[in-house]
């Protein structure tokens, strides 16, 4: 695992450049723009005006679709991500392309279908994709879906409501799993392209967010929504025992490491910050001394380090084709474990006065409530750290 990240962040600069993107001055734009975007929610119209629309709309198009192959690579992926979570994390996780829906399309659809729907990105205006898996009171079980899918003469219709879907309401198609034979349990569920335009797909509302509001967490209704038969994501050598939600996991397990790249990434920004706050201080806080603010920092750096390695760890397997299940909930559990823990000292530092003076500090706080719910809770990213390694503990007993 090569870990020389100043070169490889040299390298990705370069790539951008080759793409008409400049680090520097997306960065920049994202910090310019980052209050507006907390304050409503939305990206503003001159966000737009000084970044490189296409380029952002590639971003996570693969490369034989019109990406950058020196992008594709979830390493580079991370060390992006996590500059871009150090500008702002809300409009991070808010930046145009196909997000999360490119895993599940990659493992589930055609090659034809993956050319009709990464084609839409080839636009000099922002185009988004979405990932519906989520449904109000299935809890974490992500098998236990309610949405329907009936076959008929004109294709599938569509029945049911998925939340807290990232960046919802500006998706151009939503993947979409729903159930299409209910009695075989996970093996009837398949995944739906649904056009964002069709009859009987409405964006019902978009949930009051503490933190991470940019993101835009979308409630989505499907009501007899009618799609065609191309709609459903099949390559065309499906067996009786296919799996969609290896295409949700594909997913999920890519964007973790990601989740967690744009969480490192904030709270190096908060750290950077909290130094800076302190240096201004004269005198400093009276309940610290200097040697107890020397400590305080070189531990939060230390876990920006930890959860930072545990991230490419994570990134590093997915590139060698490894299992990464595991180290992709390792790496976003701790990535937002830590978050909340220096959100808390940062609190603690400077107080509520200035948390409150602070709007980097007090988005922070309110951001790391967050993070710990994205791409599943931390309980459950725990939870699947433990199965998965009782399991490959019971593979090693076996093997002995």
């Given amino acids: 695992m090569n870990l020389n990240t100043d070169l490889q962040l040299d390298q990705l600069q370069q790539r951008l450049n080759g793409m008409g993107l400049s680090m520097q001055d997306l960065c920049s734009a994202m910090r310019q723009h980052a209050a507006a975007v907390d304050a409503t929610g939305d990206i503003p119209s001159g966000f737009w005006k000084q970044v490189h629309v296409r380029a952002l709309n590639l971003n996570l198009v693969p490369p034989e679709h019109g990406g950058d192959e020196g992008l594709w690579p979830l390493m580079q992926r991370v060390l992006l991500m996590e500059q871009l979570g150090h500008a702002d994390p809300a409009l991070a996780l808010a930046l145009p392309g196909p997000g999360l829906s490119t895993p599940p399309l990659l493992a589930l659809a055609s090659q034809e279908q993956q050319r009709a729907l990464f084609s839409r990105f080839q636009r000099d205006v922002p185009v988004w994709g979405g990932f519906a898996i989520t449904e109000p009171d299935t809890g974490s079980d992500a098998t ?12 599938y219709v569509l029945n049911g409501t998925k939340c807290f879907i990232t960046n919802g309401a500006r998706a151009d198609f939503v993947v979409t799993f729903a159930t299409l034979d209910k009695g075989r349990g996970r093996f009837g569920v398949r995944a ?5 335009r069709t009859p009987g797909f409405q964006v019902v509302r978009l949930e009051k967010m503490l933190g991470l509001r940019g993101s835009q967490l979308a409630v989505l209704s499907y009501s007899d929504c009618l799609v ?19 295409g949700a996991q594909s997913s999920w397990d890519y964007f973790r490491p990601v989740l ?5 990434g904030s709270c190096a920004r908060a750290r950077d910050e909290l130094m800076r706050f302190l240096d201004a201080a004269s005198p400093q806080p009276a309940h610290w001394g200097r040697q107890q603010v020397a400590a305080m920092l070189s531990g939060i750096s230390g876990k920006i380090c930890a959860a930072r390695l545990l991230c490419h760890k994570a990134a590093w397997r997915h590139e060698q084709g490894l299992p990464v299940s595991r180290d ?33 500090f007090e988005r922070f706080y309110r951001d790391a409530k967050a993070y710990d719910i994205l791409e599943g809770t931390g309980d459950m990213q725990r939870l699947m750290v ?4 009782q399991r490959q503990g019971a593979e090693d007993a076996i093997l002995a």
């Fill in 260 to 264: 967690s790249s744009v969480i490192i």
């Fill in 328 to 360: 992709s909930s390792m790496a976003k559990a701790f990535a937002s474990r830590i978050a909340m823990e220096i959100a808390e000292t940062v609190l603690q530092t400077v107080g509520l006065e200035g948390l409150h003076g602070h709007p980097v």
């Fill in 144 to 155: 236990a879906l309610r949405t329907s899918a009936r076959a008929c003469s004109e294709g």
């Fill in 386 to 389: 433990t199965r998965l390694q």
């Fill in 192 to 196: 739906f392209a649904v056009d964002s």
């Fill in 228 to 246: 065609p038969h191309e709609s459903l994501l099949q390559r065309g050598d499906e067996s009786r025992l296919h799996d969609a939600f290896s």
